[in-house]
């Protein structure tokens, strides 16, 4: 036994199937899931600054480093080193594709599922979650830039956006030297054969088998979560799985500006190295 759980992460693109992946694994009582974004990721870069930038860095050599770093995940889970069997744990935040030196480091066995989509799709739901408030009070999007579609759709799309930001850490993964711990999960896939997503996702974690209930999903603990947003239902998750094509609400020059976007159905995408799910 190690002295940590094993642990997993959740990470990609936003609207691109992660609450609903998590709503499935969450079923499972081997695993242990955060479910929506966690603060896990930010605790331990914030420390790490402590460790590296402020007077006390010398007190952290790497074995005492480590060793704090990897006990903040089961503290938060709330498992203890004496427990006989610990779970598998999965956490989600959007900074670990930007963290895979860490997470090499930190968690040898550790696999990063990322959830991608088309980003056409992508920026249209997150533009229906947002208008659906007659008020734009949506903290998705800086008041400053609520007023008109377009001066939206260019927020999320910039790099302190929530698209720009998890697209460039995730392209910037996929190209990188750690890619080979990626595992990408389409989301057209996962809505359309969810069994075949939990099947591969059991063999590629090494997850203890389950058999998973697709049509009745419960709800995450995400309402507080969503509400410090101002953008209720960013978490909610519909009971039964199903894919429904629909008709963008986006104006034309920004769907021709991100077509294409889909690098991981490339012929050349598997010779990166990462685990493709689409």
Known sequence: MTAHSRVHFVSGLPRSGSTLLNALLSQNPGLRVSGRSSPIAPMILTLTSVMTESEYRHDFPPARRDRIL???VDGYFGVSPTDSRRPVLIDTHRDWCARLNLIEALF?????????????????????????DPLLSSRIVPVGHRATQHGRLEHLLSPDGVFGYAWRVLTEAFHGPFADRLILVDYEYLARYPGDVL???????DL???????????QMDAHAYDTALATPGLHVVRPQIRFEPRRTIL?????????GGMFWRTPDAVARGAEILA
């Open 208 to 218: 203890p088998r389950h058999d998973y209930d697709t049509d009745n999903l419960t």
């Open 199 to 205: 099947r591969r996702l059991e063999r590629l974690l």
């Open 70 to 72: 990897t006990q903040i």
């Open 251 to 259: 104006p034309p020059a920004t769907v021709d500006r991100l077509q």
């Open 108 to 132: 040898p066995s550790a696999r990063i599922v990322c959830c991608v989509r088309d980003p056409v799709w992508i920026l249209d739901s997150l533009e229906r979650l947002i208008i659906r």
